[in-house]
């Protein structure tokens, strides 16, 4: 199944709507390397480089750096180059602005600017300090707005609920991902203590980005992650994959997703190897043990920080510590709201409809790392199993 | 040739000696997922996922998100883990700052404190409108500062001109690229027409990191661009590299760099087909002329937008329109300072030790793309061509 058009001009009215409600003029997104907002895309499915005004009378106007590629995948009002404007941001969302808004004012606008007078223009809540002051500057006639739970907290629980076509494209995305776990899984068994045979991390990173681009996806999600058992104990190893051999001992992890029709599944495998130590062996034990745990305990209604503090619990009644967030949602990028992660200062609910990893994790510099991760959707009465990952013992 | 702790220890020593100059008691750098920040490892080692505080009577305090890779890789006078935070950037600035500042002056700062009484803590000039202000909420005692030009303009200064080691490794780095250019026209021209086989987008990508990490390279600087005829008409396709077939008629665009002891390179093949249209024959003559045009210019003394000047009237004077810069600094980064943009309101001087490239590139819906990138060392006279990229024609 496709996001058609409908999808993406329904997502927009929503926007619009959104604004109108709040007394806002326009917003306006930007996408560049440096700051990303996948928003963009969600918004109109123009993949990356550009930003993206809405207004609150439903017009949009997408700004890309290459027009080429915005014609090809815009769904858009209006497409403007960047080129235009010197491809400087300040300059474009001045002229954009004041040219698009001036004179023009609905009916819910004018109860609000009885109030205060003035049109509003609101900016990214990631805006940089430097930009919001320059906006501020040079724009004139408007006010600036940089909200924490403005335009970005929106689409944010927008994208943090998926659609029946995203649930539809995360189980084909977890089919794949699947296929890849079993075909990776008879790859290592196979060849990791084979006669003449050295598996490296590059080895895997490659197989898992094939497999991924012969099965139609975009490719993967985010650097793929292997470090054998002399890097595992690192959460993100560094570099993510090495030319180092794979062993048929200790504990190597590989962390990876894929990428399908912009969305990205996220899965991690422990591969345990033989003749394990003692500590080895509670590490894994423990992890599974989490991992089911944290899997029974989703819902709707509870705290997102609740599964958390749960494991840490868990693992701190066995005396370890886990360094990083229990799991996250994941979308158009791998980390995306809500954050699974106790103490958390304020944690979402958890909703039907949301699709979230769980990735309970422990390291130790001398026994190296193991990490089980999956993804899983919420459903009305608790949850659904996505991706089957798992420990495999060699 | 590798980086040593001493020339860690210098890049930090001279990082102090520049706050305390300014009147600054302390900056904090940070670098994580959506705001990178590779001065941390320019001035640390240390490679990803932390917050770096350097003082300016020296000290130096890195809070990693990782604490096992921390131990591995940092040269730094203290090592916090995050997580004593919380894993919370706010509660870590506030902690770290009131606890290693309070009481402590050093005689110059008396001096600028005496002006207008209070420490200050400077945060990078990318930091978040919203952060900023939950900063100044959130830390008593000391002025926030953030400027366009502070700590962030210091160290972008330092990174632009290359040392004596960054140059070495420079002329390694260059040296494998090459290799890889070599290579990579060697497999294309023996496989894209023969029998039953088909070359692809992916395989080239693949072939690339491969043999970047054969030559014991950290991989690739950045995911590298392959777009066949059919896509090369975008300047950044999308996705980088797909399961499409590479042709042996019309414009192939190959861009990429491989990252060598953290610098990376940055260059971009054409690969020119057979029974090129005229327009094709013309863009490819135009921008081989940019490209030679431009790397003649290319001295200390004249501005860094100056090239691109030159290269803009080329193209309009035969029509064509370039939506680009015409080329960047290179290093840790695979866009740094100098930008070489043309109009630009404020460019830099081309200084010696600088390592730029040269990507000219023209773009057509229908004719496809032809772009030509190789890496320049600015030296006394002139520059030094550290790559040998170039338009191969099948």
């Known amino acids: 199944m496709d996001i058609t058009s409908e999808t993406f001009l329904s997502r927009q009215k929503r926007t619009s709507d959104y604004l109108l409600e709040e007394g806002i003029s326009a917003a306006v997104l930007k996408d560049f390397e440096g700051s990303r907002n996948s928003s963009i895309r969600y918004l109109t499915g123009h993949p990356q480089d550009a930003l993206l005004f809405i207004f609150s009378d439903g017009r949009t106007i997408l700004v890309p750096w290459d027009m080429l590629l915005a014609e090809k995948n815009a769904y858009c009002g209006q497409?403007?180059?960047?080129?235009?404007?010197?491809?400087?941001?300040?300059?474009?969302?001045a002229a954009v602005a004041s040219e698009k808004l001036s004179g023009r004012l609905l009916p819910q606008e004018k109860r609000k600017v009885n109030e205060d007078s003035r049109l509003k223009l609101e900016f990214s809540s990631s805006s940089a300090?430097?930009?919001?002051?320059?906006?501020?500057?040079?724009?004139s006639g408007f006010d600036i707005i940089c909200r924490e739970k403005g335009i970005d907290g929106f689409l944010d629980s927008c994208r943090m609920i998926k659609d029946s076509v995203e649930i539809q494209i995360y189980r084909e995305a977890s089919a794949v991902t699947d296929k890849i776990i079993d075909k990776l899984e008879q790859?290592?068994?196979k060849n990791i203590s084979a006669a003449g045979k050295i598996i490296r991390e590059t080895d895997i990173a490659f197989y898992i980005e094939k497999l991924a681009r012969e099965e139609?996806?975009?490719?993967?999600?985010?650097?793929?992650?292997?470090?054998s058992s002399e890097r595992s104990w690192a959460i993100h190893p560094w570099p993510a994959f090495s030319s180092g051999a794979v062993h048929a001992e200790g504990l190597t992890i590989i962390d990876f997703g894929i990428r399908h029709k912009g969305y990205t599944t996220d899965v991690t495998m422990t591969i345990a190897g033989k003749n394990l130590t003692e500590k080895q062996k509670e590490m894994i034990s423990l992890v599974e043990k989490a991992s089911f745990t944290a899997e029974k305990s989703l819902k709707p209604g509870i705290s997102a920080?609740?599964?958390?503090?749960?494991?840490n619990l868990l693992f701190k009644n066995a005396g370890y510590t886990m360094p990083h967030s229990l799991g996250h949602g994941i979308g158009l990028d791998v980390h995306e709201a809500p954050l699974l992660k106790a103490p958390s200062g304020s944690p979402e609910t958890l909703k039907e409809g949301m699709v979230i990893t769980l990735e309970p994790g422990l390291y130790d510099m001398d026994e190296g790392g193991v990490r089980l991760e999956n993804d899983f959707l919420i459903t009305k009465e608790g949850c659904e199993k996505l991706t089957s990952s798992r420990i495999v013992f060699l």
């Open 187 to 189: 790859y290592i068994r």
């Open 129 to 139: 300090w430097l930009e919001i002051l320059s906006l501020k500057n040079e724009i």
């Open 305 to 311: 920080s609740s599964p958390a503090e749960d494991i």
């Open 79 to 93: 497409i403007i180059p960047y080129t235009d404007y010197n491809r400087n941001f300040i300059k474009a969302a």
């Open 216 to 227: 139609g996806c975009e490719g993967t999600g985010f650097e793929t992650l292997a470090a």
